[in-house]
């Protein structure tokens, strides 16, 4: 079990990659050779050609070319899944619902990456230990989507340092203008190259908040330190009450999958006009609060993200008045006039206008300078969202799309029929211009099990997602980060596989449970079903799914590679 977990989890993110490749390498798209499937034949149809094609799909299934109800590529967290859903033709809402759930366990910060960004912050409370400030304590406090936990692999640590005054716990006199930070934030940028925490700083001074812009030398992970800016904890206080105590499950689903959604397409940076993790969180928050059917208790929240997700993308992307509305999350959720509240600009009246909970003078999106944009992807979004939907809807009732529209959304083609004439030409992987398919190649499956993605339409997982994670959970286990801290990480097993990721893969197309007749057995062989958890559940001697936690963090991780089961140890002394 102890070498195992980082090497499976290493080749899982990498393997996640090859799943953005439509075709192989004939320009061919799989189709399954299993019964109740449409099988596509091309060139001969004698036995050695028919071997031929059966034995390149063979291979494409070992190299992990599973495809979905389309010929599609099956994304990374749908991988090893069938499809969702209950019964042989589930609602497509349940589908979605259950898809985003997947989602979400899959993009959420593993124990590992958790934990080597603890260790970031304090590592940088070592330096600040290191500084040696007269008559002052410095302290490294964290605020933003770390301390939410609303972070994707690849978002930075935004981090403030606090200078308190040693006998009076007080925030120092002597740091409180904007000149004085300067002159501290450069000096802290000398320390942290010379202790070695970063190789380079780039210090923001002219900013409307003087920050360091850094990345931590072990890990990779960015940085972005601010000095006595104590406004982001109290933001993030906010974020936490209601995505643990008022929306539980269903807001933070929200609030990824829309942060996903906007950083592939770098909208997520207010300095540059995007929309941050406080905004889109009070979005979220005020679609709940407003939306009818939840005011009416007519809504169950969890068994519908997939729908208020779609909701969400119209309400900001078609129907929501920008021009005159200022949204407010105070008071069970309300929505109060621009003018009246003082967040109008005549010079920008389409700007999007927050009320910030904490300072209610304060518009949170004020900086959200590219909010048309996003209006429009928004809009984009929930057409693509619906189309997907609308194709599976057509094909499943009757064996293809019978849009043309939907037909080249949802279509993969099969490489088996030739092109007629007339058709228009796209560009393809090459960069060379092909004739689109002709309807009658696009192979669809008749399996009610292939696996049917929506989210697809809209997300995807990049490579710079993938290479984060393989190298956080590489540095992990190789102890380099315990060894700079002078830490042993010495954890302890325990049974915590969450339900939230244990599969119902065992119904049958008919709706009947597989688990059904096993004795009481249900939850644990659920765990133990046919689904790829990559490295966040491994099974110990074929009983239960074991995950390990740190004693004194209570951080959770896996086994490392020098885990001593018996012994509950590490074998070496560098953590």
Not at 177 to 194: D, G, M, N, P, V
Not at 443 to 459: E, R
Not at 517 to 543: I, L, P, V
């Amino acid at each position: 079990m102890g070498k195992a977990a980082p090497e499976d989890f290493i080749q899982f993110v990498d393997s996640s990659s090859s799943s953005s490749s439509d075709e192989g390498s004939d320009g061919q798209a799989a189709s399954d050779s299993r019964p109740g499937r449409k099988r596509s034949r091309s060139g001969s149809d004698s036995e050695e050609g028919w071997a031929k094609k059966e034995k390149d799909k063979d291979k494409e299934a070992a190299a992990g070319g599973q495809r979905c109800y389309n010929g599609a590529p099956v994304p990374p967290w749908l991988k090893g899944t069938r499809r969702l859903g209950h019964g042989k033709w589930p609602d497509v809402s349940e589908i979605l619902n259950e898809e985003m759930a997947r989602f979400i366990a899959y993009i959420s910060p593993t124990p590992e990456e958790h934990q080597m960004r603890a260790w970031v912050i304090e590592r940088m409370q070592r330096v600040l230990e290191n500084m040696r400030l007269p008559k002052v304590r410095a302290e490294a406090r964290c605020f933003g989507s770390f301390e939410t936990q609303l972070y994707l692999p690849t978002s930075d640590i935004d981090m403030t340092v606090m200078l308190y005054e040693a006998g009076t716990g007080r925030v120092s006199a002597s740091y409180t203008s904007k000149e004085a930070i300067r002159r501290f934030l450069y000096t802290l940028a000398r320390e942290l190259k010379q202790t070695g925490f970063s190789t380079s700083c780039e210090v923001i001074a002219n900013a409307r908040v003087p920050i360091i812009k850094t990345r931590e030398a072990i890990s990779g992970i960015a940085v972005d330190i601010s000095i006595n800016a104590d406004s982001g904890m109290t933001s993030a206080a906010v974020q936490r009450s209601f995505v643990e105590r008022v929306y539980p499950t269903s807001l933070r689903a929200l609030v990824l999958t829309i942060k996903q959604f906007l950083y592939q397409r770098s909208m997520n940076e207010v300095y540059t006009g995007g929309m941050g993790s406080y905004a889109i969180t009070l979005l979220a928050v005020s679609l709940l609060q407003m939306h009818p059917r939840i005011r009416s208790g007519g809504l169950d929240i969890e068994k519908n993200m997939g729908v208020l997700l779609i909701e969400f993308f119209e309400l900001y992307g078609k129907r929501f008045n920008y021009d005159n509305t200022c949204v407010s999350v105070l008071d069970k959720g309300r929505y109060l006039d621009k003018r009246a509240k003082g967040f109008f600009s005549p010079t920008q009246p389409y700007l999007l206008a927050i009320e910030d909970p904490n300072d209610p003078t304060n518009d949170v999106t004020k900086g959200t300078y590219g909010i048309t944009r996003i209006k429009q992807t928004f809009a984009g979004a929930y057409d693509l969202l619906n189309n997907s939907i609308f194709a599976y809807h057509q094909t499943r009732k009757f064996g293809k799309p019978i849009n043309d529209t939907l037909r080249a959304i949802a279509g993969a083609p099969s490489g088996d029929a030739p092109s007629s004439g007339g058709q228009k030409r796209a560009r393809g992987r090459d960069g060379r211009a092909h004739k689109r398919a002709p309807a009658d190649s696009l192979v669809f499956n008749d399996d009610p099990w292939a696996p049917v993605s929506f989210l697809s339409s809209i997300i995807d997982i990049d490579h710079r997602i993938i290479a984060m994670r393989a190298r956080l959970v590489r540095t992990f286990h190789s102890g380099a980060m315990q060894k700079a801290l002078g830490v042993q990480y010495q954890p302890q097993l325990v049974n915590a596989l969450p339900a939230a990721l244990r599969p119902r893969d065992g119904d049958d197309p008919l709706g009947k449970s597989s688990s059904s007749n096993s004795g009481g057995g249900g939850a644990q062989d659920n765990a133990k079903a046919d689904f790829d958890f990559g490295r966040m559940a491994s099974e110990a001697k074929g009983e239960v799914v074991v995950f390990v936690s740190d004693t004194e963090s209570g951080a959770a991780s896996e086994c490392g590679p020098n885990w001593d089961g018996d012994n509950h140890h590490y074998d070496d002394d560098d953590g």
